[in-house]
T-cell receptor, first 114, second 112 residues
């Protein structure tokens, strides 16, 4: 069974540009989560999608947005990039929102803002 | 009080020893608890999940859950240098709108 996939692996942008990150969940999983992990820091919750709807978002400005497609894949958009947006962006998926469903991570996208 | 707390470490243990990693959580109605291992620059990898009070063993790993004390731990027996990583505790809760809440992680260093 294929795991969570993310693309691209690395992304280099300049300040003010836009970045689009993509995630494909494990087959059968309907929930997708996005996290930001700056170097040396913990996971910061960004967004949670389930069944095509945004269920919640973390404490991030509106220039961080995303969506989930009918096939449950998801994309994260970051507008007006700032230097501090440089981080590892992790996508995770789970089989719905039931209590005992585990969350599995993709390999991440390393975003560098110059 | 933070939702999920862990000692940041680093926790250093000699090769072959038992490493003990601890986690406390604030939401009393949490039902599901998870331990992840994260190597530097890599994504978190699920090691163990535990849902009932008591111990759950998987190879060299044992997860322990005490819901009354709101405490979950991970024991790593016969620690190896390859176990050196950051260990993240995660709690599944319906009360914070995130579904999963992660602790800050404990950095473990196993010394040869």
């Amino acid at each position: 069974e294929a795991g969570v996939t993310q693309s691209p692996t690395h992304l280099i942008k300049t300040r003010g540009q836009q970045a689009t990150l993509r995630c494909s969940p494990i087959s059968g999983h309907t929930s997708v989560y996005w996290y930001q992990q700056a170097l040396g820091l913990g996971l910061q919750f960004l967004l949670w999608y389930d069944e095509g709807e945004e269920r919640n978002r973390g404490n991030f400005p509106p220039r961080f947005s995303g969506r989930q497609f009918p096939n449950y894949s998801s994309e994260l958009n970051v507008n007006a990039l700032e230097l501090e947006d440089s981080a590892l962006y992790l996508c995770a998926s789970s089989h719905g929102t039931a209590t005992y469903n585990e969350q599995f991570f993709g390999p991440g996208t390393r975003l560098t803002v110059l | 009080q933070k939702e999920v707390e862990q000692n940041s470490g680093p926790l250093s243990v000699p090769e072959g020893a038992i490493a003990s990693l601890n986690c406390t959580y604030s939401d009393r109605v949490s039902q599901s608890f998870f331990w992840y291992r994260q190597y530097s620059g890599k994504s978190p990898e699920l090691i163990m999940s535990i849902y009932s009070n008591g111990d759950k063993e998987d190879g060299r790993f044992t997860a322990q859950l005490n819901k009354a004390s709101q405490y979950v731990s991970l024991l790593i027996r016969d620690s190896q240098p390859s176990d050196s990583a950051t260990y993240l505790c995660a709690v599944k809760t319906d009360n914070y709108g995130q579904n999963f809440v992660f602790g800050p992680g404990t950095r473990l260093s196993v010394l040869p």
